[in-house]
């Protein structure tokens, strides 16, 4: 009687297996007790391991394609995803990793094997490699994965992709700033094609925008913020009203002051919008206007409170539409309630900064503010005027609080108890 021989496991599937026996042993064994050279070399091994096994996981993922159709997946990596229980994205770009290096990159693919090269560092070189020109020596090519290999010993994913940047600059030079050149009017291309602007409403009187844009408007957006943006102020400063600005979270700040920027464009310099300058109405009746509690609307918008409207009436560029009590419009336009820009230089060579007690702002930073409201009779005359930075200047129309005017002209402002 022969004996049936028992079929042997695939190698790479007896190592998984048995690699999972082993670790199993130790899962209630706590490293307490392992001493600080003990626990580096554990960490140290660990972390080897974890390579070599993800390079072996991406070595069987280069090949599932036939699993991926048995199993009725969309590709490799929706199969991938399924059967790990990853996430889609995390599980397609392993898939396409997989499938570079077994293709292309073998020099990366032995070092994870040798646990030299992380996952992660994996796929900063692969992504640095494909992205050198198609024409390029293979010879460069080689020595190009050669030198982000040996970079892996020293740098972390972060730095390795600052370093594969500038890649092609070590291994061809001489071609590198023509290929610089052609690969940003690409990325230009592509982020003008892909650039959106998205709005909605959420509530509670806020909106949420979302853009996607060029790398270049994000530098100068950022740079005119921070312009708006308040610099730190001494919190013992008299009037410093407790370093509020200081304590403000740094997205916050830009937030207000991308508010700062839009009330400060000028609308002549605007393109024409329905065969006028582009404008901003606001209605509201006159009874309101100079009360403390009322609210106005912006013409095909949503409401303002009559705060608002009269803060945005010292130098905003939009037009308050003054309403009688039947409805008849009072008064529409505001360039005699707008300080002229002598006037504001002249207040900026007066003031020098902000002249709430305390603040430093200095005054090409500051807004024109009427200390009497034009809608309780006030004159735009420099002697009605005062610079305020935008976050005073808000405070001068907060119903919050009331000012008072200090001998040296400044002012304070205490909270309404």
């Given at each position: 009687m022969v004996a049936q021989l028992m079929p042997q496991p695939h190698p790479i599937l007896a190592c998984a297996e048995q690699a999972a026996a082993v670790i199993e042993e130790v899962r209630d064994a706590q490293p307490v007790y392992l001493s600080p050279a003990e626990k580096k070399a554990a960490v140290t091994t660990l972390?080897?391991?974890?390579?070599?096994?993800?390079?072996?996981?991406?070595?069987?993922v280069a090949t599932a394609e036939d699993a991926a159709c048995l199993a009725l997946a969309r590709d490799t990596g929706a199969w991938l995803a399924s059967v790990t229980k990853a996430d889609f994205p995390v599980s397609r770009a392993q898939a396409r990793l997989a499938d570079a290096l077994d293709r292309r990159w073998q020099r990366v693919a032995a070092a994870m094997a040798d646990g030299v090269v992380s996952l992660p560092q994996a796929q900063v070189v692969v992504d640095a490699l494909d992205a050198l020109p198609?024409?390029?020596?293979?010879?460069?090519?080689?020595?190009?994965?050669?030198?982000?290999?040996?970079?892996c010993e020293e740098f972390r994913p972060s730095e390795l992709r600052r370093l594969g940047r500038h890649l092609l600059e070590v291994v061809a030079p001489e071609i590198a700033e023509a290929e610089l050149a052609k690969r940003l009017e690409d990325e230009e291309q592509h982020a003008r094609h892909k650039t959106s602007l998205r709005s909605r409403l959420i509530g509670d009187g806020l909106a949420r925008t979302t853009?996607?844009?060029p790398v270049l408007d994000r530098d100068r957006l950022l740079t005119y913020l921070e312009a708006f943006t308040s610099p730190r102020k001494h919190h013992d400063a008299p009037g410093a009203l407790g370093g509020e600005e200081d304590r403000m979270p740094y997205p916050r700040r830009l937030g207000q002051a991308f508010c700062a920027?839009?009330?400060?464009?000028?609308?002549?310099?605007?393109?024409?919008?329905?065969?006028?300058s582009t404008t901003v109405m606001v209605t509201i009746a006159l009874d309101s206007l100079r009360a403390e509690l009322a609210a106005g609307s912006i013409v095909g918008g949503e409401a303002l409170s009559a705060t608002q409207v009269r803060r945005l009436a010292c130098n905003a560029d939009i037009i308050p539409v003054v309403l009688g009590g039947n409805g008849e419009i009072l008064n529409l336009g505001r360039s005699r309630r707008l300080?002229?820009?002598?006037?504001?230089?002249a207040m900026r060579l007066r003031d020098q900064r902000c002249r709430a007690e305390g603040c430093t702002i200095p005054a090409a930073w500051t807004e024109a503010h009427h200390l009497k409201p034009w809608a309780a009779g006030g004159n735009t005359d420099l002697d009605d005027g005062i610079l305020h930075c935008n976050y005073h200047h808000h405070l001068a129309h907060d119903p919050h609080y009331t000012a008072e005017r200090l001998p040296n002209g400044d002012i304070r402002y205490h909270r309404r108890t």
């Open positions: 972390a080897r391991l974890e390579a070599m096994t993800a390079e072996l996981k991406l070595r069987v198609d024409h390029l020596d293979p010879a460069l090519v080689s020595d190009a994965e050669a030198r982000m290999v040996g970079y853009i996607v844009h920027l839009l009330e400060h464009l000028d609308p002549t310099q605007l393109p024409q919008h329905g065969g006028d300080f002229s820009p002598a006037q504001r230089k």
